[in-house]
């Protein structure tokens, strides 16, 4: 990832507190050949991310045709993951998206915007706006700017 990635993703995630924590877990991407089945990469990936989630946790799938979530009904959803107490995974796909195995086992779906965005800025836009529905939560002057 770009340097302005990678600055961008730290700075939100270390002002969220322990209990709100982000752990990036980056899975490689599917094989691409010319001329082969993007699917079949996408299954490869989605295996991957399946193995990497964590037990017992509750699965939120990014996707285009998913819920659009305001701000405030992001702080809402945030407070109720924070309340169960359990981990909370959010699945970004790759360029081709996430697999059906992974659409099946996410309980929601999120939808950053109708409009595609690279996925190096998916990362820092979640990031950010994990942080901004936080500030909500705890009254913070953040959600102003």
């Known amino acids: 990832m770009p340097a302005w990635v990678q600055a961008g993703y730290q700075e939100y995630a270390r002002r969220l507190p ?3 924590a982000l752990q990036l877990t980056e899975i490689p991407l599917g094989q691409r050949r010319k001329g082969g089945d993007p699917r079949r990469a996408v299954q490869e990936e989605g295996a991957r991310m399946l193995k990497a989630l964590p037990k017992g946790g509750r699965i939120i799938a990014l996707e285009v045709g998913g819920c659009a979530w305001s701000t405030e009904a992001l702080a809402r959803a945030l407070e109720g ?3 169960e107490g359990s981990p909370v995974a959010l699945l970004v796909g790759g360029p081709d998206g996430l697999s059906e195995e992974c659409l099946a086992r996410a309980g929601q779906r999120w939808s950053l915007s109708p409009l595609t ?6 990362r820092v836009v979640v990031a950010e706006q994990l942080y901004r529905a936080w500030s909500i939560l705890r009254h913070l002057p953040y959600h102003r700017t």
């Open 117 to 122: 965005l690279p996925h190096p800025l998916v």
């Open 81 to 83: 993951w924070l309340g």
């Open 18 to 20: 322990p209990e709100c």
